[in-house]
């Protein structure tokens, strides 16, 4: 008798807070020290452009959204480079050059020169006019 398929489940959005201490608990614990100063440079210019964030960290990622765009910035610390994933990314003027399957598209970042490209700044900003995942 052939097994029943079980049905796709959709992850759920995490649960936003107003509170940043959780990304700053998120980055003192989960990325690696060689990392650390990217992701912090990547979450001050993601909170110094885009006011009146939310916050959340689910499935070791730090997330970022705004209210009426749900979700639109997600970061991903690995051991040697430091992913972020722009949730509406593909609706962008020019989308970052990774990512194909829906509408998010991110860039891997390996230095702290790389997270200073103009084009990083450009794709945080577009980000806070495009609709990300709600």
């Known amino acids: 008798m052939a097994k029943a398929r079980k049905p796709n489940t959709a992850r759920k959005p995490p649960v936003p ?78 989308p970052p050059p990774l990512g194909e399957t829906d509408r998010s598209r991110y860039v891997k970042l390996r230095t702290q020169e790389e997270t200073k490209a103009p084009e990083v700044r450009q794709w945080i900003q577009q980000a806070g006019r495009v609709p990300g995942w709600k």
């Open 17 to 94: 807070t107003d509170d940043h201490t959780c990304v700053d608990d998120w980055i003192r614990r989960r990325v690696m020290p060689d990392l650390n100063p990217m992701v912090k440079q990547l979450d001050e210019m993601i909170r110094e452009q885009l006011p009146g964030l939310q916050y959340a960290i689910k499935w070791g990622k730090v997330y970022y959204g705004l209210p009426d765009l749900g979700w639109i910035i997600e970061i991903a610390a690995y051991d040697v480079s430091v992913n972020i994933v722009f949730l509406g990314g593909a609706d962008f003027d020019i």
